[in-house]
């Protein structure tokens, strides 16, 4: 309603250009019908050229966009609605046409007899400067989850099936982000496969979301099919706050109405092979969700604009899917050089800006897990509380969590038994990450295979850590300082004990 409202004050003021944006035409169409009253609608589609509003069928020979506006000047337009569909192929590298749209708007704007309104419909905003001051951009969003569960009972009646009520509130959150038509026939395939609408069908929409990210080639669907939040050794209290998180996602309409914020995300900073990407993983796993993951990097484009563009398009893609877990990898170098005065910093720096508000004011289910190496280089404004949640350190595993790691990294090659002393290992272990670890229980198994061993031994372990020169070895005073900054910015550690010693 609030849409509608907004595009019918500014149509009764005169507005020249209205752009829609929307993937669903059916919706752009049902929303100027409504508004049109009594006015003449003509359209314009790339696809067949003038055509009738209401039967799509060609009024005249095919013309293109800037022989209709053409004809469309030469006409005495006392009440109209001018809809011109596929706005942002039509427009681009076609000066003409944006030329003929200008001198349109222009006599609107000023030509009291002229009461017309120009409407853009696109699935891609395209506003070129010479249009900019006479164009008002309203995103058509995806239905709600209110419309949704309408959407849901109305199929339901339509096919007499059997609804489960249960997962009435999981379906309407899963099916966020996806158009009306693409609901409905997600919808009628459940139905079709075992007369039902319920939580069988939760596999469909995950599917149809999978799909979308594919097709857009600039985000990145990661399979969490076989992690859990088990599968990460130590990290206690990260693995306890992400758990709490995961029960707010999971009943997020009740928890709203109790009063609850939507989880916003975390960040979780470390060295490599600590853990960090795993964690991203288990997270999805732990929360249901699609993990989307965002190299910010990949964005950079070749032309001015391109960067925000691709920024714009993954964050509105995000939300598309949604809910979900969208893991923003190595963020600090994409952002590090933000506020420097070369033109790639100019560019982050806009960057930046840009996913900084997004993280502040986006309203859709997107549960954001960064994860950077150095979050000291990173501008302060990121690390302030609004953004995200809360902020993790994952350090090296003291020993305790050194024996949960290799017990997890052997039991998931099946090779936990009685003849390996895990406590022995982990003592020995002093100074090793997480992929350390994961690289020693590896090469054991390895060597066991080659050497003919029927089982794995302590000592043949024991053999590999000793031929391991762990990451605190190679690095050691750097990590030593890194950690020391860390907690002097009171950046949460991600154990169960906030004070170990480093690497102990």
């Given amino acids: 309603m609030g849409l509608r409202r907004s595009v019918r004050a500014c149509v009764e003021s005169y507005y020249p250009i209205i752009y829609l944006a929307t993937f669903e035409e059916a919706d752009s169409d049902r929303l100027v019908s409504e508004l049109a009253d009594r006015r003449t609608i003509l359209e314009w589609n790339m696809a067949r050229g ?29 009440n109209h609605f001018l809809i011109v569909k596929d706005a942002h ?89 996806l158009g009306k038509y693409e609901i409905e026939r997600l919808i009628d395939r459940g139905y079709q496969q075992d007369g039902a609408i319920g939580f069988e069908d939760l596999d469909l929409v995950l599917a149809e979301k999978r799909q979308i990210v594919r097709k857009s080639g600039i985000l990145e669907m990661v399979p969490v099919v076989d992690e859990e939040m088990e599968s990460v050794g130590g990290l206690q209290e990260l693995k306890d706050w992400l758990k709490r998180k995961a029960k707010i996602m999971a009943d997020l309409r009740d928890a709203r109405n109790f009063g609850v914020d939507e989880p916003k995300g975390a960040m979780v900073v470390g060295f490599p092979g600590c853990g960090k990407s795993l964690t991203a993983k288990a997270a999805a796993a732990e929360f249901e969700l699609p993990l989307l993951r965002l190299d910010i990097g990949s964005l950079m484009g070749r032309y001015v604009g391109d960067s925000e563009a691709n920024m714009r398009r993954a964050l509105k893609l995000a939300e598309a899917v949604s809910p979900c877990v969208l893991w923003v990898d190595e963020l600090e170098k994409a952002f590090a050089g933000v506020g420097g005065s070369g033109s790639d910093s100019h560019i982050a720096t806009r960057l930046f800006g840009y996913f900084l508000t997004w993280m502040q004011e986006k309203t859709r289910p997107v549960f954001v897990l960064a994860t950077a190496n150095d979050i000291s280089v990173l501008p302060p404004e990121f690390l302030r509380k609004g953004r995200l949640d ?89 990590m030593k300082d890194y950690a020391d900054r860390l907690r002097s910015m009171g950046i949460r550690s991600a154990s169960s004990s906030a004070t170990k010693p480093w690497g102990s």
């Fill in 50 to 78: 003038l055509v009738h509003f209401d039967t799509k069928v060609p009024l005249v020979e095919y013309m293109d966009l800037a022989s209709a506006l053409e004809n469309w000047l030469d006409q005495e337009l006392g």
């Fill in 89 to 177: 192929l039509a427009l681009q590298g076609n000066p003409i046409a944006i030329s003929r749209l200008r001198t349109l708007a222009h006599r609107i704007a000023h030509d009291e007899s002229t009461l017309a309104t120009v409407f853009l419909v696109s699935s891609e905003l395209y506003a070129p400067p010479e249009l900019e001051k006479f164009i008002t951009v309203f995103e058509m969003e995806p239905p709600g989850e209110e419309e949704i569960t309408r959407i849901l009972r109305k199929r339901a009646e339509h096919h007499e099936a059997k609804v489960d009520d249960g997962a009435i509130g999981k379906l309407a959150l899963a099916f966020r982000g």
């Fill in 390 to 478: 809360e902020i993790f350190h994952v350090g090296l595993p003291d020993e305790d969590e050194r024996a949960e790691i290799l017990q997890v990294h052997l039991k998931k090659r099946r090779k936990e038994g009685r003849n390996i002393d895990i406590g022995k290992l982990a003592r020995s272990t002093s100074g090793f990450s997480g992929a350390d670890l994961e690289n020693v229980v590896k090469e054991a198994i390895e060597q066991a295979f080659l050497d003919g061993q029927r089982s794995l031994a302590t000592d043949s372990m024991l053999g590999v850590v000793r031929e391991t020169v762990p990451l605190a070895k190679l690095m050691d005073e750097k």
